[in-house]
T-cell receptor, first 114, second 115 residues
């Protein structure tokens, strides 16, 4: 069965600090990988996704993630965070067959201190 | 823009009541999903459907059922609500297709409190 691990449950950073949120997955096949963000009081939004090609993917709001197949990882990064990045971040994985369910990690709550 | 609409944002129901959560998507997506979101547990899949009248159990189907009579509508049913079903429920949809098409879009969520 597929699974996703997000080891950081709550991360607190000051503005302008660099961010890296860890995500490791378990899946026995070709995968699609996603990062979703949920701002306070809002619905889940897609931040970025990887399905093939360049393992370094860029998303909205200056976020990027790198797929490292040998490590089964898809870590999220941002070089300089802003107060508005305060949110909960979810990593997710599914198989690349078109009707596969999406499995989420438990999420990482990010708090940015002004 | 893809729109996934959940009919109720906030509900309060009594233990034992039958509860219906409705979801409609406007992008002709084949796949639809119901998740629940709980602090520290992330999102857990309850049921999903990849076609009209088709349904598949997710990771936590116990206590829930679903209905998909039309392509655009996917309903979650709590036959007899219990307090441990107090949660945020998220509906989602996605097109059938591999690769770049494989993106799931979420509704705003329905907060259900069972008292």
């Amino acid at each position: 069965a597929q699974s996703v691990s997000q080891h950081n449950h709550h991360v607190i950073l000051s503005e302008a600090a660099s961010l890296e949120l860890g995500c490791n997955y378990s899946y026995g096949g070709t995968v699609n990988l996603f990062w979703y963000v949920q701002y306070p009081g809002q619905h889940l939004q897609l931040l970025l996704k990887y399905f093939s090609g360049d393992p370094l993917v860029k998303g909205i709001k200056g976020f990027e993630a790198e797929f490292i197949k040998s490590k089964f990882s898809f870590n999220l990064r941002k070089p300089s965070v802003q107060w508005s990045d305060t949110a909960e971040y979810f990593c997710a994985v599914n198989g690349n067959f078109g009707n596969e369910k999406l499995t989420f990690g438990t999420g990482t709550r990010l708090t940015i201190i002004p | 823009d893809v729109k996934v609409t959940q009919s109720s944002r906030y509900l309060v129901k009594r233990t034992g009541e039958k509860v219906f959560l409705e979801c409609v998507q406007d992008m002709d997506h084949e796949n639809m999903f119901w998740y629940r979101q709980d602090p520290g547990l992330g999102l857990r899949l309850i049921y999903f459907s990849y076609d009209v009248k088709m349904k598949e159990k997710g990771d936590i189907p116990e206590g829930y059922s679903v209905s998909r009579e039309k392509k655009e509508r996917f309903s979650l049913i709590l036959e007899s609500a219990s307090t441990n079903q107090t949660s945020m429920y998220l509906c989602a949809s996605s097109p059938l297709g591999a690769g770049d098409r494989n993106t799931i879009y979420f509704g705003e969520g329905s907060w259900l409190t069972v008292v």
